[in-house]
């Protein structure tokens, strides 16, 4: 890994950030997504009402309270790496392109299953989607919202 070439500074996508003070090939794991294991439920007990988290879900019931230098990675809608889980269930962040020294790395978050109303991305990419969304989690916002615009309201509606 990679891990003494990696600084955690200001960054101009989201507070800090993480940078590369030398070129990274394409395909190199970076560092781990590190922390306690939690439950979902754990998890959201844990942090209700906090507007900050480093969360990463691993199974549909298990998360990474993360800690270390991979919590500091922040959202691209273009990013340059990528995260990878293993047969143990660790998980790397890896580069997907070649990066350049000083550049701050990014992955794509695909938040999902989320009760907050919006995850806005302020990742300034040519083609940021403007959300940190998955794009399977805005079709189900979507179905979502077409079925309550379908329902018929008031007091007629109970029939």
Known sequence: MVLSSLVIRSSS???????TTRPIRKGV???EYDGARLSKAEADARYEGRPVTYLFTCTPDTVID???T???LNHSCDPNC????D???RVFICSIREIAAGEELTYEYNLHDSDEDGADCYCQAAACRGTMFSDRELRRRARIARRSAAKPEGP???G
């Open 66 to 68: 993360g800690f270390g």
């Open 156 to 158: 007629m509606a109970a």
């Open 70 to 72: 991979a919590m500091f």
């Open 82 to 85: 990528e995260t990878e889980q």
């Open 13 to 19: 996508i989201h507070a800090a950030g993480c940078y």
């Open 29 to 31: 794991r970076l560092c």
């Open 87 to 89: 047969e143990d269930g």
